[in-house]
T-cell receptor, first 113, second 107 residues
Framework: SAVISQKPSRDICQRGTSLTIQCQVD?????MFWYRQQPGQSLTLIAT?????????ESGFVIDKFPISRPNLTFSTLTVSNMSPEDSSIYLC??????????FGQGTRLTVV | KNEVEQSPQNLTAQEGEFITINCSYS?????LHWLQQHPGGGIVSLFM???GKKKHGRLIATINIQEKHSSLHITASHPRDSAVYIC?????????FGAGTILRVKS
């Protein structure tokens, strides 16, 4: 199974600032997914990141707020921009290998104050 | 109606008990993952099922494609099994997540 290293694991940020979360995979993957998990809730897909093209955002999420980079097949970043307390969540990256493997980063616990 | 329904939402068990978590889904899927999330936030995939039954240690997962239902069983539960268990069918090339079952096993 592939391994995703995600960092930072947690951060406390001031409102109005931005935070960039990084995910590094130990092997090449086609798609990477970015999720938000608000307290006590399940995962919500923010966007799908493909190498060489713009990310595809889900309804309710926009590129200006959550810009994503995917410079190669092993790396992706998600930026949470102009943060407010409502952005306090766990953010996770993930990928799939066919139908058989699903693997996740360790998560970034973000608190905006 | 949610595409994925899990039950129960919360479950407290005594160490050694047999535990069952159920998942029903309404979407067409190619496979289904059972995921485990510990309090730190990290998620691991326990099983991928496309048919039948799989067993790994004390964990057993079953799926009935016709009835669109899957179950996760834990035999001889232990406090270290305390976590959130999430049913995640694979719809197309994306996972659809259940709300999760919060399991607490007391010693």
């Amino acid at each position: 199974s592939a391994v995703i290293s995600q960092k930072p694991s947690r951060d406390i940020c001031q409102r109005g600032t931005s935070l960039t979360i990084q995910c590094q995979v130990d092997s090449q993957v086609t798609m990477m997914f970015w999720y938000r998990q608000q307290p006590g809730q399940s995962l919500t897909l923010i966007a799908t990141a493909n190498q060489g093209s713009e990310a595809t955002y889900e309804s309710g999420f926009v590129i200006d707020k959550f810009p994503i980079s995917r410079p190669n097949l092993t790396f992706s970043t998600l930026t949470v921009s102009n943060m407010s307390p409502e952005d306090s969540s766990i953010y996770l990256c993930s990928s799939l290998r066919g139908t058989t493997e699903a693997f996740f980063g360790q998560g970034t616990r973000l608190t905006v104050v | 109606k949610n595409e994925v329904e899990q039950s129960p939402q919360n479950l407290t068990a005594q160490e050694g008990e047999f535990i069952t978590i159920n998942c029903s889904y309404s979407v067409g899927i190619s496979a289904l993952h059972w995921l485990q999330q510990h309090p730190g936030g990290g998620i691991v995939s326990l099983f991928m099922l496309s048919s039948g039954k799989k067993k790994h240690g004390r964990l057993i997962a079953t799926i009935n494609i016709q009835e669109k239902h899957s179950s996760l069983h834990i035999t001889a539960s232990h406090p270290r099994d305390s976590a959130v268990y999430i049913c995640a069918p694979l719809k197309g090339n994306k996972l659809v997540f259940g709300a999760g079952t919060i399991l607490r096993v007391k010693s």
